[in-house]
Structures are given as structure tokens and as C-alpha cells.
T-cell receptor, first 114, second 112 residues
């Protein structure tokens, strides 16, 4: 089965530093998402991306966050100045159709902000 | 009332037991319903969609009750490998405006 790939699997950074989390969605998928999950809490939507632009973002996705699809395969999440509360597991997901039932998730990047 | 609410558990059951989870949702306009499974510190994976007529996949049965706004998941003959967190997901809207609302999850531990 095709997979969504995320790198790195773990990222440790100092507060205030910039981080870039990388994702390679499934090749024929058109809709891309970032979610995060703080340890012990629920999966939280950050942003959805379609046709090279953000289609929706949550309150969490403030000016410190940005997404890019710099080429035909990568989909990145940048956090400009990390805060302690950004520590979480970040999941990338993709789907072929917006109304598609199945979200394909990557295995996640565990971000630890010290 | 939370948009999607689940009993967090944990549910501790012996192998072979039957266990059922409920999930309630607040938005009556919700359109699609899913159960995802999440293993510890892993990504969520779709377990099954939930249809109005109910659906079954092996040992797993999902039901939807629109009138009472809840969905359920029944696991029969539970296995050790069923130990995981089960996430209820509810959607509303269509196309690019489709929103997925995730529950907190119900933790299941199947014991030998």
C-alpha cells in the first residue's frame, strides 16, 4: 500500500529556533493536511492544503506556522520560533479527494522543544 | 457539549470478551462517521466507516444512531492485538469545506 513519509521521526530543538517538518504525500493525492497530537491529548487539526494554497487552518495555526509545497512531492510545515507548548507529535496526512473517506497518515514527527 | 465525546476508558477486558464503545456528537448536520485505531505513539489508521445501516467487518461492528446522535463500535472475541486507542471521527461540510472532528479516543487494553 502506498505510504505517506515523514522526516525526521524525532526532532529536538531549543525554544525560539525554527524547525521544518517534512512530508512526502502519496503521489496521486491532491489534499494535504497537518495535524498535531500533544501527549495524552486528542488529534488536533492544523491546516489543509489544496491546489498550492491553504484551504483551511485552525486557531492553532498562527503566524508562527507556515506550509509549503516547494516541489511536486514535498509538503513542509515550518514553525518559525518554537515554543515549549509546540512539543507534540506532528502528523501529515493526504487524501485523493476532499470528500475521500480515508486519510492516509504518515508515521509522525515527534517534536520536542527544550 | 463537546463536538465529539468519547469515554476515555481505559477499558480492561480479558481475551475473548466482547466490548463496546460509544461516541456522541453534537452537530446534527454531521454527515460521515469513522472509527480510527491508534496504537501508542503511532499514526491513526482507519478501522472502518460507519453507515446508517450499520456495517460489520469480521469481529468489528459499527452502528450509527442519527436520532440520538451517537455511533458505536462493538468488538467481539477480543484479541491481545486489539489493544489500542479507538478514535471516533465525525465530518460535516462538503468538498474543500469538509471538516473532520476527532474525539479524544477510548483506550482498550485486552489482557491474557
Amino acid at each position: 500500500e502506498p505510504e505517506v513519509t515523514q522526516t525526521p521521526s524525532h526532532q529536538v530543538t531549543q525554544m525560539g529556533q525554527e524547525v521544518i517538518l517534512r512530508c512526502v504525500p502519496i503521489s496521486n493525492h491532491l489534499y494535504f493536511y497537518w495535524y498535531r497530537q500533544i501527549l495524552g491529548q486528542k488529534v488536533e487539526f492544523l491546516v489543509s492544503f489544496y491546489n498550492n494554497e491553504i484551504s483551511e487552518k485552525s486557531e492553532i495555526f498562527d503566524d508562527q506556522f507556515s506550509v509549503e509545497r516547494p516541489d511536486g512531492s514535498n509538503f513542509t510545515l515550518k514553525i518559525r520560533s518554537t515554543k515549549l507548548e509546540d512539543s507534540a507529535m506532528y502528523f501529515c496526512a493526504s487524501t485523493r479527494q476532499a470528500s475521500g473517506e480515508k486519510l492516509f497518515f504518515g508515521s509522525g514527527t515527534q517534536l520536542s522543544v527544550l | 457539549r463537546k463536538e465529539v465525546e468519547q469515554d476515555p476508558g481505559p477499558f480492561n477486558v480479558p481475551e475473548g470478551a466482547t466490548v463496546a464503545f460509544n461516541c456522541t456528537y453534537s452537530n446534527s448536520a454531521s454527515q460521515s462517521f469513522f472509527w480510527y485505531r491508534q496504537d501508542c505513539r503511532k499514526e491513526p489508521k482507519l478501522l472502518m466507516s460507519v453507515y446508517s445501516s450499520g456495517n460489520e467487518d469480521g469481529r468489528f461492528t459499527a452502528q450509527l444512531n442519527r436520532a440520538s446522535q451517537y455511533i458505536s463500535l462493538l468488538i467481539r472475541d477480543s484479541k491481545l492485538s486489539d489493544s489500542a486507542t479507538y478514535l471516533c471521527v465525525v465530518t460535516f461540510g462538503a468538498g474543500n469545506n469538509r471538516k473532520l472532528i476527532w474525539g479524544l479516543g477510548t483506550s482498550l487494553a485486552v489482557n491474557p
